[in-house]
């Protein structure tokens, strides 16, 4: 990766930690992966992976017992991890913006969606109030919905889900941020308006190349949404790839794993379905060694005794002693 | 734990009983303590009358004893470490006789509130519609009258009907079912609720399927899962209903003389506070409060460790 | 009616009335309230897997409950021809939430008993040990499992375990509603693949109903897709796939994004899902079909029968056999 350009979030080692009664357990383990400017990198794995505490632990919105305890996150040079909480606020909303999984819960349910528009709009880009309306008139339109003008003085109870879905996005991106992540922004939703909302979500990027961080669990928005993915398992990276190579050419066992279980129709439009036997560890009762070794048709005895370390290679990493070889998956 | 294929996320490691009640009192001491304290107040209050004779029966009674203040004091003596009443009666065993009286009144009034309306709710929340309408009106029109104005009528209204002459036991009696009475409708509403939860959980749905009566959900599937935060409720309840009997004793209308609640000892002590002999009142006021604060305590411990929200999701 | 007919809906309907005000109740005022599901004709045959998708308001999870005897319909009836036995046949559910679906106060053991010992299956309480454990086993769990309580498992687990409970009613007809959405892919695979096992061997007729398309054309061998209460469209599981009928159908297969990274369109179905309250006029589906014309929005579509056996509800018979035949730009409705 040497011409690779400066990557705008480099997060290195991040670790965070839950407090159980006095008893430290690892949620998530020295996960390192970057996102290079105008970049969507999507961040995939089963719930439980660490895929939303990575989300949280990068704008510092970890709800205790979770804490982080050890890494680095730098965003185009500024440590955020070392930012004061108040210098964080600004950094949230402003140069970060995050969308939720749950529009009812990220909007509040009191206020109108225009007034919650201005407000963050006030809060990071100091404009004067006409303006202000203007631009949130402006990104209201711009997210698709019908009647900016009505729509400004409603509330969220008053819209549907994927309307409401869309002011959320409007919030996400009308400070102009760097870094969107994005928290499962289709999965409450139905598969009709799901597509509505990615190619929304492809449309703003593509205008305003902001950078992606795209946190689902379903593989499918995956390949038509990401430029890169990191696959999680038990809080660890298990493969960093391109989405191309990750699809056709996996070379963590468990992303192949993971391909082959979800339910989808193959290019002749076979049907095959391949389970992983068991089930990711629970936290705290993660196996030493390679998190996936139980599971693992591949694993031998280092396997079980080390933790793989993150082996880099072309464009890919992967945390694996025995990766699959590059043939058709 | 035998080793099972296909399962390796099982759950926690199973503890036995002892061990986690051990890391529960480990982890809330205050509470703890608070048990501790109760469980020795019923000691206290069960066993002392074993081994004494009811002072409050004229054969206990020695007038030359009336009077003495608690050991410590000049004119104290090492026989009534706490001091004797106006009778002569040794505060430590009144006490533990009033105090068995208080208990036994709050358990029974407490039950009765608790079936009373426990089952109210459970067919207000299960059948719903317009018998759970009544019942809900009913409590309503019950909640704007103050609990404790209401076990007075309840209780005046019992003694017109069975007259002034009546034993010890009916007098108990009455007051027993005048404050369970009072205090039906928290228990209705609060089972009312969580059966509403629990009767459209899929669980309940299966049952059905399953080919079970209405009332084998109700009293297998149903009851298990609300009894919870009820029995939470009945412990501060407890609290409350000493209380209110009491308040009651304390006005006279309670518990008769004979056989004294922890009330009527308080009253009885009140005649006196002018006076100077403050031991009579103060003791039994003490005690109550000890009681009442650690029942509400460990009560309220409870109530965060059932919490609903928080249970089953381990 | 055939000998192999299983279970006939005859046009069932369900309306779910609003909480009316008191003001609207002395205005004597029929609002009607909500058609969750309106006019549904089926039938399901023996020994096959009947799959119905949708989206979320489309009714079929009111359906699951309707046929399990759960809820009654308000109009049409819903019928199990008697069988050799003449009995009204064994019915089970597995339903989508494994956290609610089992009484957390009960062991394994006594859950899953329960249906034995209602059905009084098995005599004595070592015949009925005897049977929770053979059950535990035949869905990947072990006989150490019987004496634990249900928070002791994952969501996998869990719905392992729903799935021994409904086996141990012996069923003949299986209902399952969104069995794996709650679950992981990985477990998904799992379930679903325990689920095809035994529907081979056990010869199960059941009802399968979830919204994910991929789920159900791996499990179910007759598909009908509903929209807003109404089945538009119904057909072999082969069939509804390659040759879809009613447009709606062709776009929600679309729509679901697959794991294709070489052409990465997006197929959204243009507008919104109307509110099931108040839907459209006409044939349902007019305000987002590309196909809509004039008497899409004023007649109600006739059901039409295909030479397969199969029945869809449309005013056209359109050939919609080529995948993404709209491109996404193209929301002009063709004339």
Not at chain 1, 125 to 140: E, F, I, P, V
Not at chain 1, 199 to 206: A, C, I, K, S
Not at chain 3, 73 to 102: C, H, V, W
Not at chain 3, 187 to 213: C, E, G, M, P, Y
Request: with cysteine; net charge neutral.
């Amino acid at each position: 990766m040497i011409n690779a350009p400066a990557p705008l979030l480099d997060v290195r080692d991040l670790t965070v930690t839950i407090n159980r009664d006095g008893k430290l357990v690892t949620a998530l383990d020295k996960v390192s992966f970057f996102v290079n400017p105008g970049e969507v990198l999507g961040i995939v794995g089963e719930s439980g992976a660490g895929k939303s505490i990575t989300g949280a632990a990068i704008i510092d919105l970890l709800v205790p017992p979770l804490k982080r305890t050890g890494g680095t996150i730098t965003l185009a040079g500024t440590r955020l991890d070392q930012l004061s909480p108040k210098a964080m606020r600004s950094v949230r909303g402003g140069r970060i913006g995050f969308v939720f999984q749950d529009p009812m819960t990220s909007l509040n349910p009191v206020i109108t969606i225009g007034q919650q528009l201005c407000d963050t709009i006030q809060a990071h880009l100091k404009l004067g109030g006409n303006q202000t309306k203007k631009r949130a008139l402006d990104w209201l339109d711009r997210v698709g919905l019908p009647n900016p003008d009505v729509q400004f003085k409603r509330y969220p109870h008053q819209l549907s889900g994927g309307m409401r879905q869309r002011v959320v996005i409007a919030l996400a991106l009308c400070a102009d941020p760097a870094l969107v992540i994005a928290d499962e922004p289709t999965t409450a939703l139905d598969v009709s308006v799901q597509a509505h909302i990615l190619e929304l979500l492809r449309d703003l990027h593509r205008e305003s190349n902001v950078s992606m961080m795209l946190i689902t669990h379903d593989l499918g928005v995956i390949a038509k949404m990401a430029d890169r993915v990191a696959v999680l398992y038990a809080g660890r990276v298990a493969e960093i790839s391109p989405v191309g190579e990750l699809f056709n050419a996996p070379k963590h066992p468990y992303t192949r794993g993971l391909i082959r279980a979800t339910p989808m129709p193959s290019a002749t439009g076979e049907m095959r379905l391949d389970q992983i036997p068991g089930a990711m560890p629970g936290l705290g009762a993660v196996p030493p060694g390679c998190a996936f070794n139980p599971r693992c048709f591949r694993a031998e005895g280092d396997c079980r005794a080390t933790i793989p370390p993150l082996y880099h290679e072309e464009s890919s990493a992967f945390s694996c002693f025995h990766p699959l070889e590059r043939v058709t998956a | 734990m035998t080793p099972v294929v296909n399962t390796p996320a099982a759950g926690p490691v199973r503890r036995s009983r002892g061990a986690k009640l051990l890391r529960a009192m480990r982890r809330a001491p205050g509470p703890t303590l608070c048990a501790i304290v109760i469980i020795a107040l019923l000691i206290y209050a069960f066993v002392v009358p074993l081994f004494s004779l009811n002072p409050f029966e004229f054969s206990g009674m020695s007038v030359l004893d009336s009077f003495i203040p608690p050991a410590w004091m000049a004119d104290g003596s090492p026989d009534f470490p706490l001091g004797t009443d106006d009778q002569g009666r040794n505060l430590i065993t009144a006490m533990a006789y009033g105090m068995r009286t208080s208990i036994i009144v709050g358990f029974l009034s407490v039950t009765i509130g608790l079936v009373l309306g426990g089952s109210l709710g459970l067919i207000a929340g299960f059948v719903g519609g317009k018998v759970d309408a009544f019942i809900m009106r009913v409590a309503d029109v019950q909640l704007a009258y103050p609990a404790l104005l209401l076990a007075m009528i309840i209780d005046g209204a019992a003694r017109a009907v069975l007259g002034t002459e009546r034993s010890v036991g009916t007098a108990i009696a009455i007051v027993v079912m005048s404050i369970g009475i009072a205090f039906w409708v928290q228990y209705a509403r609060t089972i009312r609720s969580s059966v509403m939860i629990e009767r459209d959980q899929d669980y309940v749905s299966a049952a059905r399927i399953t080919g079970r009566s209405n009332l084998s959900i109700i009293v297998l599937h149903i009851l298990p899962n609300v009894m919870a935060p009820v029995l939470v409720i009945a412990t501060i309840n407890l609290g409350i209903a000493i209380i209110t009997e009491a308040t009651l004793s304390f006005l006279g209308i309670g518990i008769p003389v004979t056989s004294p609640s922890l009330g009527t000892l308080i009253r009885n002590g009140n005649n006196f506070l002018q006076s100077g002999e403050w031991w009579i009142s103060v003791w039994p006021c003490l005690i109550l409060v000890l009681f009442v604060v650690s029942v509400n305590i460990l009560g309220d411990h409870l109530r965060d460790v059932y919490n609903p929200r928080l249970r089953g999701r381990s | 009616m055939s000998a192999s007919d299983f279970l006939i809906l005859n046009h069932v309907s369900k309306v779910y009335r609003r909480n009316q005000s008191l003001l609207e109740r002395l205005k004597k005022n029929e609002t009607g309230g909500t058609k969750a599901v309106s006019d549904v004709s089926l039938t399901v045959h023996h020994g096959e897997t009947m799959g119905l998708v949708g989206e979320s308001g489309c009714g079929k999870s009111t359906l699951a409950r309707l046929v399990s005897g759960l809820m009654a319909p308000t109009s049409g009836e819903i019928s199990f021809p008697p069988n050799a036995f003449g009995n009204k046949p064994r019915l089970q559910m597995i339903f989508q939430d494994p956290y609610s679906s089992l009484n957390g106060r009960w062991t394994i053991e006594d859950i899953i008993a329960e249906p034995i010992r209602v059905h009084k299956l098995r005599n004595g309480r070592t015949a009925v040990r005897a049977r929770v454990d053979e059950l535990l086993v035949q869905v990947g769990l072990s006989a150490a499992d019987a004496e634990k309580y249900p928070q002791e498992f994952s969501g996998g687990q869990r719905q392992r375990i729903c799935i021994a409970r409904a086996l141990a009613g012996e069923p003949e007809f299986l209902i399952l509603d969104e069995p794996t959405s709650a679950l992981d892919v990985s477990v998904q695979a799992q379930i679903l693949n325990l689920l095809r096992d035994l529907q081979k061997n056990l010869h199960l007729t059941s009802l399968f109903i979830t919204h994910n398309l991929s789920v159900v054309r791996i499990m179910a061998d007759r598909i009908g897709v509903m929209y807003l209460g109404e089945l538009v469209e119904e057909a072999t599981s082969e069939e509804l796939f390659h040759k879809p009928r009613h447009p709606y159908t062709r776009l929600l297969i679309d729509a679901a994004p697959d794991m294709d990274t070489s052409d990465r369109s997006l197929h959204p179905i243009a507008g919104e899902l109307p509110n099931p309250a108040f839907p459209p006029s006409g044939c349902r589906f007019h305000t987002r079909c590309p196909f809509a014309q004039d008497i899409c929005r004023n007649t109600v579509p006739p059901q039409k029968a295909t030479e397969t056996g199969g029945m869809f509800r449309c005013h056209f018979d359109l050939d919609l056999s080529n995948a993404s035949i709209f491109p996404p730009a193209a929301k002009v409705k063709t004339a």
